[in-house]
């Protein structure tokens, strides 16, 4: 044999190994607002297409699971864990092959909270593949083959900030209940201060910072942005403005908002809203089909691959693992 042939197979047992999965990868896909209409079909045309094209790349690419970034039945929610919603909206949508053993971990967003989203959480024990274990709750993963970790805490940003729908600016401009809203904050805070984990995601449903029709939410802006600079966040992911955005600030931190899973809004109306600098992809076409953040995590990287429901990867962006053991910032400077 000579050296190029071994180099041939050398090659071709690389690509086997990548393509069986043995690459330390964790991936996932991060989608939001998908949740139907509440009359025939229960869907619609954008849902489809979009539950399409993430069972093409959990078929091609592969996923360990998908994340709902809420908003998951329009316009009330569900009534109760056997409401018929749960299979007209949700799995009658994702039923491709691809699809059956992958998990969702959820979360609640606006108009979930307008029906009954413990009934949400109980039909986590119904579902095989719906996971809701609670209104907020931490995800812990390790990057296969490797020692990679990765933390996500998933939160209940309604019971945080107010639902928009009941104030006429659409800002959440406080919570229904404040004993509730401060409980889920010192969750938070106790947890992240404690995260060792390689990367720390974010997860709710309003976003921290967006141009379009919601725009930025200032609740989060005060209460929950300081905190991910503190403890060194990798990302933060949202949904409920109708688009695809990916923004970036000086600290580093990445902002995935991915609410185009049921509908397509091309507003930029809080362009101004956001400061100079932090957007760095925006896609909210009003011919397009819909899409869905792709997030691979190695142990050196993540990347976000915005994709769209045509099959189109529209953008793409890399963060770095966080540094070992990070520290506050401000805090126990080193000597
Ligand atoms: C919400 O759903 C749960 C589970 O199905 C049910 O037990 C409960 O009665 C519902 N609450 C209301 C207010 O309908
Ligand atoms: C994971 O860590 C253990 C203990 O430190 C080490 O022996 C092992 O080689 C590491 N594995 C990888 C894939 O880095």
């Known amino acids: 044999m000579d050296t190029c042939t071994v180099l041939l197979i050398l090659q071709a047992s690389l ?9 330390p990868v964790l991936r996932f896909v991060a989608v939001g607002d ?7 079909p229960f869907y619609t045309a954008r849902e489809t297409a ?23 039945f329009y316009y009330e929610g569900v009534k109760s864990a056997d409401d018929k919603r749960f299979q007209e909206t949700f799995e009658d949508v994702f039923s491709a092959a691809s699809l059956r053993k992958v998990p969702w971990y959820v979360l609640a967003g606006n108009h979930d909270h307008l029906g009954n989203v413990s009934a949400q959480i109980a039909y ?9 274990p609670s209104p907020f ?8 083959r490797s020692n990679a970790s990765v933390a996500i805490f998933m939160l209940d940003t309604v019971t945080l900030c107010g639902n928009s729908d009941d104030f006429s600016s659409q800002q959440p401009e406080r919570p229904r209940d404040a004993a509730v809203a401060r409980t889920q904050l010192s969750w938070l805070k106790k947890q ?4 060792k984990e390689d990367y720390v995601l974010v997860a709710g449903h309003y976003p921290i910072w967006s141009i379009a029709e919601h725009g930025p939410t200032r609740c989060l802006v005060k209460q929950l ?44 109306k809080h362009m101004h809203k956001v ?21 691979e995590i190695s142990p050196k990287e993540m990347s976000i691959t915005y994709i769209q429901a045509s099959g189109k990867s529209l953008f793409k962006t890399r963060l770095p693992r966080r540094a070992r053991h990070a520290r506050p910032r401000g805090l126990h400077p080193r000597a």
């Open 192 to 195: 992240l201060a404690a995260a």
């Open 50 to 72: 979009t539950a399409k094209e993430i069972a093409r790349t959990v078929q091609v690419l592969g996923t360990d699971f998908i994340l709902s970034l809420g908003d998951n």
């Open 225 to 268: 942005l300081p905190l991910l600079a503190q403890h060194k966040v990798t990302a933060y992911l949202c949904g409920h403005d109708h688009n695809l955005q990916y923004l970036q600030d000086e600290n580093g931190i990445g902002f995935v908002l991915s609410g185009a899973g049921n509908f397509m809004d091309p507003s930029k």
């Open 137 to 144: 709750y931490r995800l812990r993963f390790k990057v296969p």
């Open 15 to 23: 690509v086997l190994s990548l393509a069986d999965g043995a690459a």
């Open 275 to 295: 400061p100079n600098g932090y957007l760095r992809f925006h896609h909210g076409d009003s011919n397009s089909m819909g899409g869905f953040a792709y997030v």
């Open 124 to 132: 986590s024990s119904i579902s095989k593949r719906w996971n809701f």
């Open 34 to 40: 998908w949740g139907g209409v509440p009359n025939p």
